[in-house]
């Protein structure tokens, strides 16, 4: 399963942006022992990659349980980010302060969700 975005990813996003901030859902389970990797890829994308495009981490909080779920479908955590528009998003993913720690990222994921939101009512 992948776990980064891709650019076809990417141009989607883009074409179909409503405009106004994106908050992105990411649900994320580890690999065995790749809390430690991801927490080092979060750690130096948030102090230093996400500031600098004006996105804020709305929520980061451990998996619990999964009341709905089938098995195998439990996450392990759960992580909203704030960006100001889509295209601030892909700009941020092709930043090479961003590229060089995102493999960080690929290294301690086993899968993951990506999705971008809209908000509804206001």
Excluded: I
Aim: charged fraction near 20%.
């Amino acid at each position: 399963m992948a776990v980064n975005p891709t650019g076809d990813g990417l141009k989607r996003l883009l074409a179909e942006d409503p405009g106004g901030p994106v908050v992105m859902l990411n649900l994320l389970r580890f690999r065995e022992g790749g809390e430690r990797s991801y927490a080092r890829y979060s750690k130096t994308v948030g102090e230093t990659v996400l500031p600098r495009y004006g996105a804020e981490v709305l929520y980061y909080g451990k998996g619990s349980t999964a009341l709905v779920a089938e098995d195998g479908q439990a996450w392990d955590a759960v992580l909203l980010v704030r960006y100001p528009s889509r295209e601030v998003f892909a700009q941020m993913v092709a930043d090479p302060d961003f590229q060089a720690v995102a493999h960080f990222r690929t290294e301690g994921l086993s899968d993951a969700v990506l999705q971008a939101t809209v908000q509804l009512g206001g």
